[in-house]
């Protein structure tokens, strides 16, 4: 978020709304942008920037650095930083407690109410595809009511990567192995835009989330951790010792074990063959996932990592609960043949052959002596597996960022399959469309366009 905020003024890094733009429309990323939308969000950052300050957010007093994907040109990354550790107030001790529980103070200073155990099941128009936006279905503990929007509804549910179904009219490879970073805290379940759908919004810039560039990596995560269901660090950022602190620490059940050294582990697939380089990232890696590799039906089936107690050596593990998931994702024995038949998940389409993983792990250790790795090229084989018990913990790629959405404009305005603005219907955040960008910036942003933009909107009709 640049533009000229006052922190990179501070610390003297010279930058502009009309910088910013040209930077980010040339990124070879951005460059798939909606203009419109790329550069209310480059006139807007400053101002966002110190309305956030206004609301009580601190933000560090350092110099702004690279972004977190974008042009590094100039330094725009400018964060908080929560040092309290896990509580009620922060159950994860992460740093976006920094950011959301001043705004959730000074939302709640301001009147507003916040519905927390109310879930919405649909969008109220006037006409199913005309007419302005009255509000919203919803229910609540097994009651159905009505909400009234004065003003406009503003979708920002966080995008749709826990929906299998509607990922998948993106990419079909998005089958149901694939978990998804921030559940089970956070489903991201699509009911936004779908609710949008129902009464005739579009979607847009859905070739953000098919075509391979940089940015497209943050649909898809190398597993962080691996042995717990999400491949994520589960303790807020890479702090996993947290999550033992947490007040909610049972819902994601395992820490996970944290990945140094790729050379100790090898990586198969359901049917127990290697396929790829343990080393590689991006595309190298993720894409192999993907395709069958002797799984059955669609999608690429479960990937798991396999390592010996030399390797749990290596790398300082704790292969025992809270660290790993031994329900499903991660398994141990004495010999390969026994940890193949060990290995079961409602993901593993069909069993791993005993005989196979054996095989595989031959094959390897053969790699290991002849110093090269002749079918997939991973850097001077440096470790065999041979010494027991042996392991295999579940190493997936997990699903992280949605690059596509509603339709907006550059009011946060939702349009429907004509163009046409829907009145009363607002989005920001991951639930829109438009803007191949990761990150809360986006999000702060047009959240707050939104708003402004439905008050202001109800103002003129006042008048």
Not at 398 to 414: E, T, Y
């Amino acid at each position: 978020m640049g533009g000229g905020t006052s922190l990179q003024k501070k610390y003297g890094i010279e930058d502009s709304p009309d910088r910013m733009f040209s930077d980010l429309v040339r990124w070879h990323d951005y460059r798939f942008s909606d203009r419109e939308i790329v550069r209310t969000f480059c006139d807007w950052s400053p101002l966002t920037f110190e309305w956030l300050k206004d609301h009580g957010v601190e933000f560090s007093d350092r110099a702004p650095t690279g972004a977190d994907g974008g042009p590094q040109a100039v330094k725009r990354a400018q964060t908080v930083v929560w040092t309290a550790g896990p509580s009620s107030v922060a159950p994860n001790g992460g740093n976006g407690t920094s950011l959301m529980r001043p705004l959730e103070a000074s939302a709640r200073k301001l009147g507003v109410q916040i519905l927390l155990q109310h879930s919405m099941t649909g969008i109220i128009r006037e006409g199913q595809f005309s007419g302005r936006v009255l509000g919203i279905a919803a229910s609540n503990q097994g009651r159905t009511l009505n909400i009234r929007a004065r003003r406009g509804v503003v979708i920002g549910t966080g995008g749709h990567t826990s929906n299998v179904n509607f990922r998948r009219i993106f990419d079909p490879r998005l089958t149901e192995e694939y978990q998804v970073v921030g559940e089970p805290y956070s489903r991201q379940s699509g009911d936004g835009e779908i609710a949008a759908m129902q009464v005739g919004a579009s979607l847009w810039g859905a070739a953000n989330q098919t075509v391979e560039t940089m940015t497209r990596s943050h649909i898809f995560e190398k597993p962080y951790v691996i042995g717990n269901q999400y491949g994520y660090p589960q303790g807020g950022g890479t702090r996993n010792e947290n999550l033992k602190d947490s007040p909610i620490a049972g819902l994601a059940r395992a820490i996970g074990l944290l990945m140094k050294d790729y050379q100790d582990v090898i990586h198969v697939n359901q049917a127990g063959l290697r396929f790829v380089n343990e080393a590689a990232t991006g595309f190298d890696w993720w894409n192999p996932c993907l395709e069958l590799n002797g799984g059955r039906g669609e999608g690429g089936g479960p990937i798991w990592a396999i390592f010996d107690a030399d390797a749990v050596k290596r790398e300082g593990w704790v292969c025992t609960p809270p660290y790993v998931d031994p329900d499903g994702w991660f398994f141990s024995a004495s010999s390969l043949p026994e940890l193949a038949r060990q290995i079961v998940s409602k993901y593993q389409k069909q069993p791993m052959p005993p005989a196979v993983l054996e095989q595989t792990v031959a094959k390897y250790n053969s790699f290991v002596d002849a110093g090269k790795d002749a079918d997939f090229g991973k850097p001077t084989p440096r470790y065999k597996i041979q010494t027991p018990p042996f392991y295999a913990a579940w190493s997936t790629p997990c699903i992280h960022d949605c690059l596509s959405g509603l339709r907006i404009d550059a009011r946060a305005q939702v349009m429907d399959l004509h163009g046409q603005v829907i009145p009363g219907l607002y989005c920001g955040g991951e639930s829109a469309g438009g803007f191949n960008q990761h990150g809360l910036a986006k999000c702060l942003v047009f959240g707050r366009i939104a708003g402004r933009e439905a008050a202001r909107t109800a103002a003129d009709k006042a008048t």
